[in-house]
């Protein structure tokens, strides 16, 4: 597809996402009168709540930083005799990517791909090769989640054991040698999955409103894979819609659509909090490693 043809993409999901968003607001507003409870919440919040959700996303950064570095530095990936990427040099380079991709042009993507074929010697193809394979594996992971609320359900047991199940899968498996990298990338993104339940199941609370730890995870799941829409910066505008639908669905809240909405909104500025100022230190470190000239 010719340059023109992305560029034309790009603006048209950047008004997509806008437009969504904008919708999302909206309705927000409209129903202002039934989440009155919810608003209230949120106007007075706990700031216990508020620390709890900025470090569940500070984790989760660093277990996805985990998942992508164990991809990148497996075998085949740099050329020979290229350093393996450190863990710090992942983590920041991951926060500044964040940061970036609020911007247009995917500048985040861009520039993590240049960056590892500059600093890593990584060739770009390697680079985007890598991408898909964890897109992939945020999709078996997130399919994993949704599976689990489900036998929960069909079958009446306590969703903890379905929780702890891959976990101890993963603990057999990842001593052996062939497909480690694997089984620790798909293991840091299921981590990441169950700290994103929990964040939602913290900003339900935040609102005065009590969600299970099966919704939780449904909605983690389906956000997770929402953020993969293409639209700008995560899926923006659809992720809100997906998990708004969501809540309508396995809550009976009133306005549950509208306090969706307010939830996953919470959790975009929750993740601004966090990218933005780490992004700003990352870039500051990272710097030292760029080649000189």
Not at 52 to 67: A, C, P, R, T
Not at 91 to 98: E, R, T, Y
Not at 135 to 154: E, K, P
Request: proline share 5%.
């Amino acid at each position: 597809m010719t340059t023109k043809g992305n560029k034309q993409i790009r603006i048209i999901g950047w008004i997509v996402s806008v437009v969504l968003l904008c919708a999302a607001i909206f309705t927000i507003w409209n129903r202002w009168g039934d989440i009155s409870k919810a608003i209230d919440s949120i106007e007075r919040p706990n700031r216990g709540v508020l620390v709890s959700l900025v470090v569940l996303m500070v984790l989760s950064q660093g277990f996805v930083s985990e998942s992508f570095r164990q991809l990148l530095n497996r075998g085949g990936i740099a050329k020979s005799g290229c350093d393996p990427i450190e863990k710090g040099e992942m983590f920041w380079l991951v926060m500044v990517s964040g940061m970036l991709n609020w911007l247009p042009m995917r500048a985040g993507l861009i520039g993590r791909t240049v960056y590892h074929s500059k600093v890593n010697g990584i060739p770009a193809p390697k680079s985007l090769q890598v991408l898909f394979e964890s897109v992939a594996t945020i999709v078996c992971v997130s399919g994993v989640a949704l599976f689990m609320v489900i036998c929960s359900n069909l079958f009446r047991i306590d969703i903890i054991y379905f929780v702890c199940a891959p976990i101890l899968l993963f603990l057999v498996f990842i001593t052996r040698k062939p497909g480690r990298p694997w089984l620790l990338a798909i293991s840091y993104r299921y981590v990441d999955v169950l700290l994103f339940a929990a964040r939602y199941w913290l900003i339900f609370d935040l609102m005065s409103y009590e969600i299970t730890p099966q919704t939780a995870i449904l909605l983690a799941g389906a956000g997770s894979i929402a953020s993969l829409l293409p639209l700008p910066t995560g899926g923006l505008g659809g992720r809100e819609w997906i998990i708004g639908f969501i809540a309508s669905w396995v809550t009976v809240f009133p306005a549950a659509i509208a306090l969706g909405l307010v939830a996953d909104l919470i959790n975009r500025v929750i993740e601004l909090t966090v990218v933005i100022p780490f992004g700003l230190l990352g870039q500051h470190f990272l710097r030292k490693k760029l080649p000189r000239g």
